[in-house]
């Protein structure tokens, strides 16, 4: 399994597919980034899981246009 970011060395859980080359990161370093306004919401789970979508959108301070 890929490993984190260079400052973690956590497993990676999803892939952040918005960078190039996409960037692993663990679910820790991921939920910080989104806290900290980078909304990482296009990404492909590493392991299958399925309560990353949840955790990672709940924390986002990404803006909605109303239409």
Same mark, same amino acid.
């Given at each position: 399994?890929?490993?984190?970011?260079?400052?973690?060395?956590?497993?990676?859980?999803?892939?952040? @597919?918005?960078?190039?080359?996409?960037? %692993?990161?663990? =679910?820790?370093?991921?939920?910080?980034? #989104?806290?900290?306004?980078?909304?990482?919401?296009?990404?492909?789970? @590493?392991?299958?899981?399925?309560?990353? %979508?949840?955790? =990672?959108?709940?924390?986002?301070?990404? #803006?909605?246009?109303?239409?």
């Amino acid at each position: 399994m890929a490993a984190c970011c260079t400052q973690c060395s956590s497993p990676a859980v999803i892939e952040d @597919l918005d960078a190039q080359p996409p960037k %692993p990161w663990c =679910l820790g370093c991921a939920t910080a980034l #989104v806290r900290a306004g980078d909304p990482v919401l296009n990404y492909r789970p @590493l392991n299958g899981g399925t309560e990353y %979508p949840h955790i =990672l959108a709940g924390g986002s301070t990404e #803006v909605l246009p109303f239409g």
